[in-house]
């Protein structure tokens, strides 16, 4: 069975400092990937989704980046963080070949606070 | 933009009633309708989906109703208990971009 894994689950960092958070699945190969965030008490925001190694779309234009360096591994970054980095970053994957590409399936997250 | 619109942002029901959230879109070519329940603090998880070739799927006490013409589906939640207490996000895709496009979520509350 399919498993996908986020570290840290919590985090509190300053404003100005470096993020990096990191999801990994198991039990799958080749999936597509993506990174969403969730403002407290709001909806799914799309920030990043992948289809393959070293293959990165952004949706929303911000001072995040996102990196898939191995094929079950998508991390999120940032050299600076601001304020409005704060929320809930869940990261999720799919099938990327047949029926059933769309469902999406999501990890645990990460509660980040930037104070 | 937002291509789902779902409604209401919030729901108090009472144990043992039914519960119904709605969403409607306007892109005629999605094809593709979950419904997802997130807990607090949890990651969503899929709950039911329906694809535009039936009416009607159900799956226990969740029921999705799907109205082509109207381009309208609902969640209906039968005997509500106190353990549906989450949020309930509707999503839609179409095609290949392998994308869902999220309703805002509706907040349910069951009280015992």
């Known amino acids: 069975s399919q498993t996908i894994h986020q570290w840290p689950a919590t985090l509190v960092q300053p404003v100005g400092s470096p993020l990096s958070l990191e999801c990994t699945v198991e039990?799958?190969?080749?999936?597509?990937l993506y990174w969403y965030r969730q403002a407290a008490g709001r909806g799914l925001q799309l920030l990043f989704y992948?289809?393959?190694?070293?293959?990165i779309s952004s949706e929303v234009p911000q001072n995040l980046s996102a990196s898939r360096p191995q094929d079950r591994q998508f991390i999120l970054s940032s050299k600076k963080l601001l304020l409005s980095d704060s929320g809930f970053y869940l990261c999720?994957?799919?099938?990327?070949?047949?029926?059933?590409?769309?469902?999406?399936?999501f990890g645990p997250g990460t509660r980040l606070t930037v104070l | 933009q937002q291509q789902v619109k779902q409604s209401p942002q919030s729901l108090i029901v009472q144990k043992g009633g039914i519960s119904i959230i709605n969403c409607a879109y306007e892109?005629?070519?999605?094809?593709?309708f979950p419904w997802y329940q997130q807990f607090p603090g949890k990651g969503p998880a899929l709950l039911i989906a329906?694809?535009?070739d039936v009416s009607e799927k159900k799956e226990g006490r969740f029921t999705i109703s799907f109205n082509k013409s109207a381009k309208q589906f609902s969640l209906h939640i039968m005997d509500s208990q106190p353990g549906d207490s989450a949020t309930y996000f509707c999503?839609?895709?179409?095609?290949?971009?392998?994308?869902?496009?999220w309703g805002l979520g509706t907040s349910l509350a069951v009280n015992p």
């Open positions: 999720a994957w799919s099938l990327n070949r047949g029926y059933g590409t769309d469902t999406q399936y």
């Open positions: 039990g799958t190969s080749n999936p597509n």
């Open positions: 992948s289809v393959g190694i070293g293959q």
């Open positions: 892109n005629t070519a999605f094809d593709y």
């Open positions: 329906i694809r535009p």
């Open positions: 999503a839609a895709s179409a095609g290949n971009n392998r994308k869902l496009i």
